[in-house]
């Protein structure tokens, strides 16, 4: 198997395909074999998984999915890199490649065709720049049990983050609907090439099996999470009459009071519990 991770093994094949790293997508490769081996045994993929990784890049972590998986299914948005993963992973049997943009790829049947009978699994080195439009994406695709992705590391921070904390945000709200997140490790900007400014860290998201609080109308919860979060140095009252125009702010006050929330609480402050009750009850006035 090729050391993709190996400095010089890169360099020997930038050079022998003309390969230019892209800024606009994002691409830092890793240089450490530590890290993709550490990715996949912390995902807990084995043998009954069938796993698809967005952006392979090179294919270090696609190879460590590959030795562990019983299918790998790899997207990658950048065509130049076909000849690439043609020499680095294309020994392996269990693997197939794809040439797409995940943001447009049908998940639910991907799955549903390529992975049959396997326990789907999501892993990913993620580009920062897409980071939460494909993490959204994952798990709103609800067709894997477990997600695990490596991303900036003041993301994964907002991902795990808990209420009344100050990354806790809307984006919080929605991962901890979908799945219960875990902040595994640090990878340092020097296992990069190109070294990123940032620290990065891997994040494994276990999707739930039911949702987490009585819900009425998902998209109601999550207007009401957006709404409790667009203007986080004012009240929840403030902000959901500026979200919900046509709601008087005297019945809001006392919607929040039926709620057992106080109307001058903040929404940074709400669980998911509250944020259940709360737009549950909107939906029913």
Partial sequence: MLDVCNVQVMKSLLAEFGFHFSKAKGQNFLTQRWVPRRIAEESGIDGTCGAVEIGPGFGPLTQELCLRAGKVVALEVDTTLQPVLARTVGEFDNLELRFCDALKADLPALVREALPGLRPVACANLPYYITS?????????????????????????????????????????????????????????????????????????????????????????????????????????????????????????????????????????????????????????
């Fill in 133 to 285: 439009p494909v993490l959204t994406k994952l798990l709103e695709s609800r067709c894997f049990s477990a997600v695990t992705v490596m991303v900036q590391k003041e993301v994964a921070q907002r991902i795990c983050a808990k209420p009344g904390t100050s990354d806790y945000s809307a984006f919080s709200v929605l991962c901890r609907y979908y799945a219960v997140p875990a902040l595994l490790f640090d990878v340092p900007p020097d296992c990069f090439m190109p070294r990123p400014k940032v620290t990065s860290a891997v994040v494994r998201l276990d999707i739930r099996a039911e949702a987490p609080a009585p819900i009425d109308d998902e998209g109601m919860f999550f207007r009401t999470v957006r709404a409790a979060f667009a203007m986080r140095r004012k009240t929840l009252l403030n902000a959901l009459a500026a979200a919900f125009g046509d709601r008087d702010k005297a019945q809001l006050s006392q919607l929040l009071t039926d709620c057992g929330l106080s109307p001058t609480v903040r929404g940074e402050t709400l669980g998911i519990d509250e944020f259940a009750r709360l737009s549950n009850a909107l939906g029913r006035k």
